[in-house]
């Protein structure tokens, strides 16, 4: 006979046949995508032509998981085809898939009691958000969390959370969220977000008593992954008061003297996780992609969307299937032209992503911006740093400017002129009498789109246009108001909802944040409050062409609460390079890095965004005076302005820029937009 295992061994192998289970929160809980979401849960989202959800399954695939809890509350049948249709429902993937809904939930609280009450957990298992992208080895942090079980069943959960660079995507906005960590644990001992007005925080003195070394860190990102022990659901089955998982249960857990539960943080230094939590972490998130900081989640290498993808130089991936791209048509660096799309002449396409199907008319410009499946855009039309639905009919002269979004099956145009985050759906604006809209209703007009689309794709007349084809097949019931027929154009089914919410709302129960910090996570808000006069198309063409009158510019960089410089996310190579520029700034200036140091990498960011030296220098100079402080005796000025020179001004030259004369135009010109400053030469 065999020799009996030990007890330790027989722990090994009890521990090595546990299956690892995680739990996916498909719901988001608010509605920060809407109108975008009243057709889709966000889990379903196209993240570079791939819908969220399977991004995170190859997450948790990648960590061995082997069963997987979908729950969801809105859209349940959407999801549950979403899965079914997923590869990864195959048996070969490894995953065990298995959705749960419950239209009841309204929180994460809900949800986690749901999932109590089912007594279907039964380990430690993986906590996730449905709209994650990630490529943290997650089985490392779960290994981690169960060797703290082994010492303490007290130890309930472990939050992965990732160090934010100054380079990094996407980072917090004006408010913070400041975690206090024992320095040789690791274990947190207190949570706290901190809107952008507030300039400390409460630390509670037994905190303070208890440990000797702290770790106060403001630079960590939520990752939205959790390793839980089976404790977690069942705290909040005892506490109807947890709605939302950190304001609630982990501030709850920590400031408790009755639980005596301890949670732990997982920093992560070298992979890759974020949140796709608004709008402008989905453009965020999608660079990152684009530019592989997330390999081996990249367009090009087994991409889950099924698609295959040649790579060019400049980030640019253009499916193998099926794609007519015109020879006078440009595409710019950081593009994603997805299968089946037809784009016409002299057409300009940059840092934007093109769905499935998509056609593109003459003489369109699309910057910065993503465009769904079967999308269909006419001629002379102008989308700049927008989410466009999917099955979208945008008619010839049509301008979309920054921020906006565009829901599904909407029609626009001809000449639709919208201005800076409008949001337009086929759905009227949601109130208390249609907060939800029926998924009966909402599968038979999905089908009737279907349908047309068929018979588009059917249609074999080489001389018909695109315009002419959404035209000839668009039968919906929605009307547009005379008063808006110069928004959305004659011919447009479409609704145009309000910017704002509206007052006496209820509030969202995830919506801990500022109604700032809310603003700036819209695509194209750049934490700036100048406006610019858009009165035509060629407008467009110059927003953040000069970083003197930009958002970037040391004007407009906020310094009030915990963060002094609100971080700006755009696809655009030229705005990247001056948010990146004045972070290489601020680091040389507040570090003290020598001129030479600072020179190279000035130049280094230069030769990788292909920026010309003059725009190197306006940013040199917009920087350099944003340091001076300003008094009122003119000897004074003198002597500080003298002082910022003398230690910097040997920068230009370092660089290469020699030319004194266009040095002082550059200086006039930004004190002459930035009046505030023309104090120092005296008036």
């Known amino acids: 006979m065999p020799p009996k295992a030990s007890g330790k061994e027989k722990a090994a192998i009890e521990e090595e046949e546990e299956i690892l289970q995680a ?12 109108p975008l979401t009243m057709d889709l849960p966000r889990c379903l989202l196209p993240v570079c032509n791939t819908p969220l959800l399977d991004w995170t399954f190859e997450a948790l695939a990648s960590a061995g998981v082997q069963q997987v809890y979908v729950f969801c509350s809105s859209h ?18 490894g995953l065990k898939i298995i959705p749960i809904s419950s239209r009841e939930a309204r929180s994460v609280g809900d949800a986690l009691r749901e999932i109590d009450t089912k007594q279907i957990i039964s380990s430690d298992f993986v906590l996730v958000s449905g709209d994650i992208i990630s490529n943290i080895r997650i089985e490392d942090v779960v290994k981690e969390h169960r060797e703290r079980r082994k010492i303490s069943k007290d130890a309930i959960m472990t939050t992965v959370v990732r160090e934010v660079g100054p380079r990094d ?20 001992v207190h949570y706290e977000y901190v809107p952008h007005d507030k300039t400390d925080f409460d630390l509670p003195a037994e905190v303070i008593t208890k440990h000797k070394d702290l770790d106060v860190r403001i630079d960590l990102l939520d990752c939205g992954i959790d390793i839980c022990s089976p404790d977690v659901p069942a705290l909040f089955s005892e506490n109807f008061d947890y709605q939302d998982l950190r304001k609630d249960f982990v501030r709850g857990v920590l400031m408790s003297d009755l639980l005596s539960k301890t949670i732990y943080c997982h920093v992560e230094t070298k992979g890759y996780a974020a949140r796709v939590k608004n709008t402008k972490s989905y453009a965020a998130v999608s660079k990152d992609i684009i530019t592989r900081r997330t390999f081996p989640l990249v367009p090009d ?17 253009v499916s193998k299937n099926r794609v007519s791209l015109s020879r006078t048509s440009v595409i710019g660096n950081h593009t994603v032209i997805g299968a089946g799309c037809e784009v016409m002449n002299d057409v300009h396409i940059s840092s934007s992503v093109l769905g499935k199907g998509c056609e593109v008319g003459n003489r369109t410009t699309i910057r910065s911006s993503f465009i769904w499946d079967k999308t269909r855009i006419g001629a002379d039309c102008v989308i700049e740093e927008s989410i466009i639905g999917a099955h979208v009919r945008i008619l010839d002269g049509s301008i979309i400017r920054r921020g906006c979004l565009v829901g599904q099956n909407v029609t626009l145009g001809p000449n639709a002129s919208l201005d800076k985050f409008q949001l337009v759906s086929r759905h009227p604006p949601a109130n208390d009498d249609n907060e939800d809209w029926d998924e009966e209703e909402e599968e038979v007009e999905r089908k009737e789109v279907e349908d047309k689309e068929d018979e588009e794709d059917n249609d074999t007349d080489e001389g018909r246009s695109v315009i002419a084809s959404v035209v000839g097949t668009e039968s919906s019931a929605v009307s547009v108001e005379p008063s808006l027929v110069s928004v959305l154009g004659q011919l447009a089914k479409a609704y145009l909802w309000p910017t704002e919410p509206s007052e006496g709302g209820e509030v969202e ?27 035509d198309v060629s407008d467009l063409d110059t927003i953040g062409s000069s970083p003197l009158g930009s958002p970037y510019s040391a004007s407009s960089a906020t310094s009030a609460g915990l963060i002094n410089n609100i971080p700006t996310i755009s696809l655009d190579s030229s705005a990247d390079f001056l948010s990146e520029c004045r972070q290489s700034l601020d680091r040389a200036y507040l570090e003290g890095h020598s001129i030479d140091n600072a020179a190279i990498e000035l130049k280094t960011l230069r030769m990788a965004s292909n920026v010309p030296l003059k725009q190197v220098a306006e940013s040199i ?41 266009e040095t002082i135009s550059l200086l006039q010109r930004y004190c002459a937009l930035n009046p505030k400053y023309q104090k120092i030469f005296g008036l």
């Open 23 to 34: 739990v996916i929160l498909a719901d988001s809980f608010n509605s920060r995508f809407g």
């Open 76 to 93: 349940a049948s959407l999801v549950r085809q979403a899965i079914d249709a997923s590869p990864w429902s195959r048996p070969s993937s």
């Open 169 to 188: 995507r996407p980072q917090p906005g004006g408010d913070a969220t400041v975690i206090v960590m024992n320095a040789e644990t690791s274990q947190c």
């Open 301 to 317: 290498d087994n991409h889950l969307g099924g698609d295959r993808f040649d790579q060019r130089r400049g980030y640019v991936y």
């Open 509 to 535: 129960t995830e919506d801990i944040e500022s109604p700032l910090n809310i603003k700036l996570g819209r695509i194209g808000d750049h934490g700036s409050d100048v406006e610019y006069e858009e009165s």
């Open 621 to 661: 100079v917009g920087f350099l005076v944003g340091k001076v402080e300003l008094v009122d005796a003119p000897a004074a000025q003198r002597a500080k302005v003298n002082a910022i020179v003398e230690r910097w001004g040997p920068l230009l030259t370092s660089i290469g820029w020699d030319d004194a004369a």
